[in-house]
């Protein structure tokens, strides 16, 4: 098993470009999540997924889109990249069946530079 | 608010020397709490949960403990290959169910 796989791992983009960060897992998990960490703060959250075609915003969801038309991915996207969006993102999973959310596996995480 | 503060910010230790890394948290409610690791470069991996105060659980050189209002996670004989940032994160019960993650504990253990 992979596990959660993140792709690209490093991507840099010039201010207003856009971008899609894809996200798969293959432990059947219903939940998936996008993060984002910056330096100082702890892990937040942009978009989280329930189901198969659901989507639903996080704390910090401004200037992100997401779609998860197949369980095993969940996309983020970003449609006009902002320097402020620089940053590791990073996608999770869980399985929600004893309702307990934090037990989540991470992916290796993408480090996007927006210049 | 759900709240996560996490002391020390770094922590540098010889080989062995044991110690604690703290977690201090405000939730409405507790449902969870949680302890991950994360090496330089990658993704946090999920270390313990622990669910009511007076919980333990261990796992290797690790003991996560847990009271009302902070959580630790003591480190006994540690060695080199322990040296990783700690997050603790809290998910709060009822309502939305989201995890709120400190921003950690950077340890590191001198051989």
């Known amino acids: 098993n992979a596990g959660v796989t993140q792709t690209p791992k490093f991507r840099v983009l010039k201010t207003g470009q856009s971008m899609t960060l894809l996200c798969a897992q293959d432990m059947n998990h219903e939940y998936m999540y996008w993060y984002r960490q910056d330096p100082g703060m702890g892990l937040r959250l942009i978009h989280y997924?329930?189901?198969?075609?659901?989507?639903a915003k996080g704390e910090v969801p401004d200037g992100y889109n997401v779609s998860r038309l197949k369980k095993q991915n969940f996309l983020l996207g970003l449609e006009s990249a902002a320097p402020s969006q620089t940053s590791v993102y990073f996608c999770?999973?869980?399985?929600?069946?004893?309702?307990?959310?934090?037990?989540?596996?991470f992916g290796p995480g993408t480090r996007l530079t927006v210049l | 608010e759900d709240q996560v503060t996490q002391s020390p910010e770094a922590l540098r230790l010889q080989e062995g020397e044991s110690s604690s890394l703290n977690c201090s948290y405000t939730v409405s409610g507790l449902r969870g709490l949680f302890w991950y690791r994360q090496d330089p470069g990658k993704g946090p991996e999920f270390l313990f949960t622990l669910y009511s105060a007076g919980e333990e659980k261990e796992k290797e050189r690790l003991k996560a403990t847990l009271t009302k209002k902070e959580s630790f996670l003591h480190i006994t004989a540690p060695k080199p290959e322990d040296s990783a940032t700690y997050l603790c994160?809290?998910?709060?019960?009822?309502?939305?169910?989201?995890?709120?993650f400190g921003t950690g504990t950077k340890l590191q253990v001198i051989p």
């Open positions: 997924s329930v189901g198969e075609g659901t989507t």
């Open positions: 999770a999973s869980s399985e929600p069946g004893t309702g307990i959310l934090g037990e989540q596996f």
């Open positions: 994160a809290v998910q709060a019960s009822g309502g939305y169910q989201k995890v709120t």
